[in-house]
């Protein structure tokens, strides 16, 4: 297990030092579960939600979350991501909705915080717009499942 890169010498929070990496291409995919009730589905998937398109709203939310990233998580460098795309999986038998979020850029820090934060505001977003109906809802599993560039090179869930 490596070092806590966020953490100085004498155990102080720090912004890692980026300056002397060099510009790779880099991508991060996440993904995150939102559980609801079977009515909770069905509105959504007909479109019947009162609020508007729920899907829509949420990749909109996604998007806009991973461009915020720095501004959320307190050591996260600003960066200029070159993609965002947050994907929906309507799983109608087991009433859930599965997220996913790839982001990607040419630069010197990778983008996993980014995807990590697109999907969760994407599945924060199902809840704010379905709460009034299912307060119940559950959101799970948020993980990264794939990251590609940079020093540490390519992981992918379950291959570690």
């Known amino acids: 297990m490596g070092q806590l890169t966020h953490l100085d010498a004498q155990g102080n929070a720090h912004m890692v030092d980026v300056g002397g990496k060099l510009v790779t291409s880099r991508s ?11 009515e909770t589905m069905q509105l959504i998937a007909s479109g019947g939600h009162k609020k508007g ?5 949420a990749r ?6 991973a461009k915020k990233c720095a501004d959320l998580i ?4 600003p960066l ?17 909705i599965h997220i996913s979020a ?9 983008v996993e915080m980014e995807a990590l934060t697109a999907v ?6 199902i809840y704010d717009m379905c709460k009034a109906v299912d307060k119940g809802m ?16 390519h992981y992918t869930r379950n291959s570690d």
């Open 28 to 38: 991060a995919t996440a993904s995150a579960v939102v559980t609801m009730l079977p």
């Open 53 to 57: 398109d729920v899907i829509a709203v």
């Open 60 to 65: 909109i939310a996604g998007i806009q979350a």
């Open 74 to 77: 307190p050591l996260c460098h």
């Open 80 to 96: 200029m991501l070159t993609s965002v795309k947050v994907e929906f999986d309507l799983d109608e038998a087991n009433s859930q």
């Open 102 to 110: 790839t982001c990607a850029l040419d630069g010197k820090t990778g």
């Open 120 to 125: 969760s505001v994407a599945a924060l977003t």
């Open 138 to 153: 559950v959101i799970e599993h948020i993980s990264l499942q794939e990251k590609k560039g940079g020093k540490s090179g």
